[in-house]
């Protein structure tokens, strides 16, 4: 089972001051236009090149808005590797951004 965590979750955590670390799968132009704060740019096409840029300690949270089962094939593909320390943002960055949530540049 995947470690789905809901927005509100993630947002409390931020305002907590919570160390995670999150992982934007979208393309580098959908980045560029606004992601979470402190994101990291990772394009699912570029995951099994780039992996390794994801850290093993804190929360990892992964997220886009693709299909479930994309993102999913991210997740599952670093439980493969290794990673233990994963989640995936439910249901995605529009969730997020429609909320109200703050959003980088």
């Given at each position: 089972?995947?470690?789905?965590?809901?927005?509100?979750?993630?947002?409390?955590?931020y305002e907590r001051g919570r160390k995670l670390a999150a992982f934007d799968l979208r393309s580098r132009d959908a980045y560029q236009?606004?992601?979470?704060?402190?994101?990291?740019?990772?394009?699912?096409?570029?995951?099994?090149?780039?992996?390794?840029?994801?850290?093993?300690?804190?929360?990892?949270?992964?997220?886009?808005?693709?299909?479930?089962?994309?993102?999913?094939?991210?997740?599952?593909?670093?439980?493969?590797?290794?990673?233990?320390?994963?989640?995936?943002?439910?249901?995605?960055?529009?969730?997020?951004?429609?909320?109200?949530?703050?959003?980088?540049?």
């Amino acid at each position: 089972m995947v470690n789905a965590l809901d927005v509100d979750y993630i947002r409390a955590q931020y305002e907590r001051g919570r160390k995670l670390a999150a992982f934007d799968l979208r393309s580098r132009d959908a980045y560029q236009q606004g992601h979470l704060p402190g994101a990291r740019s990772l394009p699912m096409d570029q995951l099994t090149a780039r992996f390794q840029e994801v850290p093993r300690i804190d929360l990892v949270v992964l997220y886009c808005d693709c299909s479930r089962s994309d993102v999913e094939r991210a997740y599952w593909f670093l439980r493969q590797q290794g990673y233990r320390n994963l989640s995936v943002l439910e249901p995605g960055f529009a969730a997020w951004a429609q909320r109200g949530y703050p959003v980088e540049r």
